[in-house]
Nanobody, 123 residues
Framework: QVQLVESGGGLVQAGGSLRLSCAGSGRTFSSHHMGWFRQAPGKEREFVAAITWSGSSAFYGDSVKGRFTISRDNAKNTVYLQMDSLKPEDTAVYYC????????????????WGQGTQVTVSS
């Protein structure tokens, strides 16, 4: 069992930056591939980024490529999402997920989910 808690969301102006954190508990955290998804009101959950259990490979959605960076620190059981050059269309609730059941890890088919953190980008 893995519990996930996101933090770091908030209100930021367009062009600004935020760093989201996802703290995990459970002995198997470091063995899981991890992902970030987001969901805006009235829209489907969208893939943002994913990282393999070792951190050796990362994947990004087309809309965030070149602006967002995913990383992890297994010693701290934490995954990060650095978000730069934010745009109003990045406004959404951001969810951390662990343990993808499909590959590549673009689908929201993960075993464990956090409660989400709100990111709002003003124009």
């Amino acid at each position: 069992q893995v519990q996930l808690v996101e933090s770091g969301g908030g209100l930021v102006q367009a062009g600004g930056s935020l760093r989201l954190s996802c703290a995990g508990s459970g002995r198997t955290f470091s063995s899981h591939h991890m992902g970030w998804f987001r969901q805006a009101p009235g829209k489907e959950r969208e893939f943002v980024a994913a990282i393999t259990w070792s951190g050796s490979s990362a994947f990004y959605g087309d809309s965030v490529k070149g602006r967002f960076t995913i990383s992890r620190d297994n010693a701290k059981n934490t995954v990060y999402l650095q978000m730069d050059s934010l745009k109003p269309e990045d406004t959404a609730v951001y969810y951390c997920a662990a343990g993808t059941r499909s590959w590549p890890p673009y689908r929201p088919d993960y075993a464990y989910w956090g409660q989400g953190t709100q990111v709002t980008v003003s124009s």
